[in-house]
């Protein structure tokens, strides 16, 4: 399987969910995200550029996935600069939402949560490039203390809110997988992904055009865990975008993921 080609990046993803107004208050008023069209028991959002990036699906009565198992660990929503980041934290500590976590990446600074069923999602902004280290040929990433207080203090972090910046994207994707070997043949030998970080305990992260990660692949809820129950909540599918890629479908039969391939006009992080 050939490289994919450098502007590759993730398009949008597929969420299953429980209930859909449920969910659309969550991610319209807390995250600012915009509601772009909506059929049936299904959604699409994005921002005021009108590019779908979360489509939210409706099951009633979807079992949770269970802890040890295959699946979504998260969803990353990429903000376009450190105010933005800033004004998302705000926006989470005025709606009262809880964080689960928070991070300095090294080549990123980071928000964790959960959404009304359970899933993970982050909200993050990229350092420039020209400061990321390097290892070799590979990305240096740590989870070091996120300065807070400076977050929320950023220059124009304090600007009315008005939802998610035109230009935030899907930034990439994190799975929980049973074994790294079998994830890596998938995803860099057959997906076309190539590793950009081995070093980080029990993951490994992957890209395309020298980003830091559009996937990551975890063992972290345990090594050959199974595949999540086929009618639970979570991550239906992602779509993999660029100007130059084949139309195409594969899945992930051991976390139940549908990775699409459609052409693209090759905005990515």
Do not use: K
Request: charged letters at 20%.
């Amino acid at each position: 399987m050939a490289l994919l080609p450098g502007d590759a990046h993730i398009g949008a993803v597929t969420l299953r969910v429980r209930n859909l107004v449920r969910s659309l208050h969550f991610y319209r008023e807390v995250l600012g995200f915009r509601e772009l069209a909506r059929s049936g028991p299904s959604a699409s959002l994005g921002t005021a550029a009108g590019r779908t990036l979360v489509t939210l699906e409706e099951r009633p009565g979807a079992s949770s996935r269970p802890r040890r198992s295959a699946g979504l660990f998260h969803v990353a929503v990429l903000v376009p600069s450190r105010a933005a980041l800033g004004a998302s934290l705000r926006r989470l500590i005025e709606r009262e939402w809880p964080l689960s976590g928070v991070a300095d990446h090294l080549v990123s600074e980071a928000l964790y949560l959960d959404d009304p069923d359970g899933l993970g999602l982050e909200i993050y902004r990229d350092r420039p490039r020209d400061t990321w280290q390097r290892h070799g040929d590979e990305v240096v990433m740590a989870t070091d203390p996120l300065d807070i207080e400076g977050l929320v203090q950023e220059p124009g972090a304090d600007q009315p809110w008005n939802g998610l910046q035109p230009r935030t994207a899907i930034g990439h994707v994190h799975l929980q997988v049973p074994h790294l070997d079998a994830a890596e043949r998938f995803y860099c030998e057959g997906v076309g992904l190539t590793p950009t970080l081995r070093r980080y305990p029990g993951a490994l992260f992957v890209s395309a055009g020298g980003y830091h990660h559009h996937l990551g692949l975890n063992t972290w809820a345990g090594v050959g865990v199974p595949p999540p129950p086929a009618d639970a909540v979570g991550l239906r599918q992602f779509t993999i975008r660029s100007r130059s890629i084949v139309s195409r479908e594969e899945v992930d039969l051991a976390t139940g993921v549908t990775v699409v391939f459609a052409p693209g006009d090759g905005d990515r992080p």
